[in-house]
T-cell receptor, first 116, second 109 residues
Framework: EPEVTQTPSHQVTQMGQEVILRCVPISNHLYFYWYRQILGQKVEFLVSFYNNEISEKSEIFDDQFSVERPDGSNFTLKIRSTKLEDSAMYFC??????????????FGPGTRLTVT | AQRVTQPEKLLSVFKGAPVELKCNYSYSGSPELFWYVQYSRQRLQLLLRHISRESIKGFTADLNKGETSFHLKKPFAQEEDSAMYYCALYPAAGNKLTFGGGTRVLVKP
């Protein structure tokens, strides 16, 4: 069964550095998402992406964040200048939306980002 | 604004006992409700959705619009049910999932 993959599984970076988290969604899916979960807190929506543009973003997704689908397979989340509070597990998800009103989001295993 | 509340952070039950995980939501329209499960060291995976009215791994959940609840139930818990369970809401407009805080289920032998 196809799966969403994410790399790296764990990223350690220093405050102020740029990080890029990578995701390979399921190949025929159309909608892509990033969520994050700070330790001990809820899974929170960051951004959704469809047709090569952001379709919705949360208040968390400020100017320090950006997403890209550079080559038709990878889906990346960039944080330009990391802060300590960006430390979290970041989940990528993809969704097919094959003509039905609601569809299943398939999640990747997550990237644990630690900002020191 | 949409909101999902799971009041129990931890549920500990013995094998063979019933288990019920509570989920309440707040949303002005007609949402789609889901239960996701995360087994140890595994990814989030969909357990069931209210629209399909199915039973997966013995779990069922009924959407009660009057009480705005979507509680998850299983009559006889098994040790392999030990996991983190998240209730999630998908709005009628837009496409972001809103998650509850999660309930950790521990099934003791």
């Amino acid at each position: 069964e196809p799966e969403v993959t994410q790399t790296p599984s764990h990223q350690v970076t220093q405050m102020g550095q740029e990080v890029i988290l990578r995701c390979v969604p399921i190949s025929n899916h159309l909608y892509f998402y990033w969520y994050r979960q700070i330790l001990g807190q809820k899974v929170e929506f960051l951004v959704s992406f469809y047709n090569n543009e952001i379709s919705e973003k949360s208040e968390i997704f400020d100017d320090q964040f950006s997403v890209e689908r550079p080559d038709g397979s990878n889906f990346t989340l960039k944080i330009r200048s990391t802060k300590l509070e960006d430390s979290a597990m970041y989940f990528c998800a993809s969704e097919g939306r094959a003509g039905t009103a609601f569809y299943e989001q398939y999640f990747g295993p997550g990237t644990r980002l630690t900002v020191t | 604004a949409q909101r999902v509340t799971q009041p129990e952070k931890l549920l500990s039950v013995f094998k063979g006992a019933p288990v019920e995980l509570k989920c309440n939501y707040s949303y002005s329209g007609s949402p789609e409700l889901f239960w996701y499960v995360q087994y140890s060291r595994q990814r989030l995976q969909l357990l069931l959705r209210h629209i399909s009215r199915e039973s997966i791994k013995g779990f069922t959940a009924d959407l009660n619009k009057g009480e705005t609840s979507f509680h998850l139930k299983k009559p006889f818990a098994q040790e392999e049910d030990s996991a983190m369970y998240y209730c999630a809401l998908y709005p009628a407009a837009g496409n972001k999932l809103t998650f509850g805080g999660g309930t950790r289920v521990l099934v003791k032998p």
